[in-house]
């Protein structure tokens, strides 16, 4: 079941413009992955609070990989076409700027600014097989919860794994870093759900699944 609206959980956000956004901007390629992106409205948040925060010169270098293990949800993310239910609560500034009204008058649609630079996959997280690599921010939130405590070391693993050097990673507020993978990752902040990627204890983890490059 998916449970998402827009600008939901925006201290997770709010972290991520402190600590990851003065990074990413001088980066060529802003890969992000949101995993379990369910209906969309998680990474088109990202992708309009990074527009509104790196201006639309930088912002042509995000790219947001967004999947889920649900297929059907490709089709409401590519659309990006929403009810007028679940824009109410989207900030006026931001529903005026990338918003438009389509000709069914109680759905509304994002602009193509920001649908272009979302893309959405099909891809189930337990299967240990990361999308591509080299990401600077992934965002997984809602989904590590459902999985087995075994499960969950492994997947935080294989993000670690795809994560630029000193990249960064965002839970669940409630989601807590696994005891096994302290020194993994390290808090941005005191009790805060952004970590950043450290080298793990004996040297460098290699994820036994390979990749593509992001280099494209």
């Known amino acids: 079941m998916a ?22 901007v001088h980066r060529r390629y802003i890969d992000i992955w949101d995993a379990g ?26 790219r947001i990989f967004a999947s889920d293990r649900n297929r059907e949800f490709g089709d409401i993310v590519s659309r990006a076409s929403y009810p007028e239910a679940l824009v109410r609560r989207i900030p006026e500034e931001y529903k005026a700027r990338y918003f438009v009204q389509e ?6 649609r994002l602009t193509d ?12 997280l337990t299967s240990l097989s990361p999308i591509r ?10 989904v590590l919860l459902h999985l087995s405590p075994e499960e969950r070391v492994e997947v935080i693993r294989m993000f670690h794994a ?16 696994p005891a096994e993978l302290r020194g993994w990752f390290e808090p941005v902040e005191a009790d805060g759900p952004l970590f950043r990627k450290t080298d793990p204890p004996g040297g460098k983890y290699v994820h036994r699944n390979n990749y593509n490059s992001t280099e494209e």
């Open 3 to 24: 449970f998402t609206f827009f600008f939901r959980d925006m201290n997770t956000f709010q972290l991520i413009e402190r600590h990851a956004l003065p990074e990413m």
């Open 37 to 62: 992106c369910a209906t969309g409205e998680e990474p088109y948040t990202l992708a309009m609070i990074l527009r509104e925060r790196m201006g639309e010169f930088i912002y042509r270098n995000v």
């Open 103 to 108: 000709q069914d008058p109680g759905t509304y």
């Open 113 to 124: 600014a920001i649908r272009g630079a979302v893309r959405f996959q099909e891809h189930n």
């Open 133 to 142: 690599g080299d990401f600077v921010l992934i965002v997984c939130k809602n």
């Open 162 to 177: 795809c994560l630029v050097p000193g990249g960064y990673m965002a839970f669940e507020n409630t989601q807590k870093l």
